[in-house]
């Protein structure tokens, strides 16, 4: 069972970045076949998926972040990365990383605690 610990989130000013890291330094040889996303949800909203990367190294952005974000990952540091650029207030909220076979409609006990993103102005 493998431990999620998001990191990198924030308060900025918009139009400007941050990097946003999931690591899971306990994770086995299945990393290397496992899909990965990151998600984002407001109190109140459905979480939704932002950005997904898969297993034969392509990926996908919601409309909302696409040529803003960008998600890679590093299957020898067991992690995966979102660099968001031209932040926006609407980009305001909490971010976690799970599995893309999760779903963003999972019960919450299957979700860590993830890291906010707080975009001013």
């Known amino acids: 069972q493998v431990q999620l610990r998001e990191s990198g989130g924030g308060l900025v000013q918009a139009g400007g970045s941050l990097r946003l890291s999931c690591s899971a330094p306990?994770?086995?040889?299945?990393?290397?076949?496992?899909?990965m996303g990151w998600h984002r949800q407001v109190p109140g909203k459905r979480r939704e998926m932002v950005a997904g990367i898969f297993t034969d190294g392509t990926t996908s952005y919601a409309d909302a972040v696409k040529g803003r974000f960008t998600i890679s990952r590093d299957d020898d540091a067991r992690a995966i990365y979102l660099q968001m650029d031209g932040l926006k207030p609407e980009d305001t909220a909490v971010y976690y990383c799970?599995?893309?076979?999760?779903?963003?409609?999972?019960?919450?006990?299957?979700w860590g605690r993830g890291t906010q993103v707080t975009v001013s102005s």
């Open positions: 799970n599995p893309t076979a999760v779903g963003a409609g999972a019960p919450d006990d299957r």
């Open positions: 306990g994770a086995g040889s299945i990393w290397r076949i496992t899909s």
